[in-house]
Nanobody, 117 residues
Framework: QVQLVESGGGLVQAGGSLRLSCAASGSIFSINAMGWYRQAPGKERELVARISSGGSTYYADSVKGRFTISRDNTKNTLYLQMNSLKPEDTAMYYC???????????WGQGTQVTVSS
């Protein structure tokens, strides 16, 4: 099992920045890629950014050039630096860790990001 704990969410004005963190513990060896998802009220959960164990990254078109995903394997921590935030970035943000065994995800409990206009 892997436990994921997010932090860093909050309320920020449009144009501002936040950095989310996700601390992983437990059977770290069992996970491969990690990522950030978000879910706004009334919408489906969507992948925001993903980083492989080798460091390759993927970003949703809506956040390219504004968000940066990174991971510190020495600290078992995943980050999401969010700049130039927009009201449409308002959502619950979830950390996910992909299992090597079945490609399913472990999930964190989420951290709320609210961007005011």
């Amino acid at each position: 099992q892997v436990q994921l704990v997010e932090s860093g969410g909050g309320l920020v004005q449009a144009g501002g920045s936040l950095r989310l963190s996700c601390a992983a513990s437990g059977s770290i060896f069992s996970i491969n890629a990690m990522g950030w998802y978000r879910q706004a009220p009334g919408k489906e959960r969507e992948l925001v950014a993903r980083i492989s164990s080798g460091g390759s990254t993927y970003y949703a078109d809506s956040v390219k050039g504004r968000f940066t995903i990174s991971r510190d394997n020495t600290k078992n921590t995943l980050y999401l630096q969010m700049n130039s935030l927009k009201p449409e970035d308002t959502a619950m943000y979830y950390c996910a860790a992909e299992r090597r065994s079945d490609r399913g995800n472990y999930w964190g409990q989420g951290t709320q990001v609210t961007v005011s206009s």
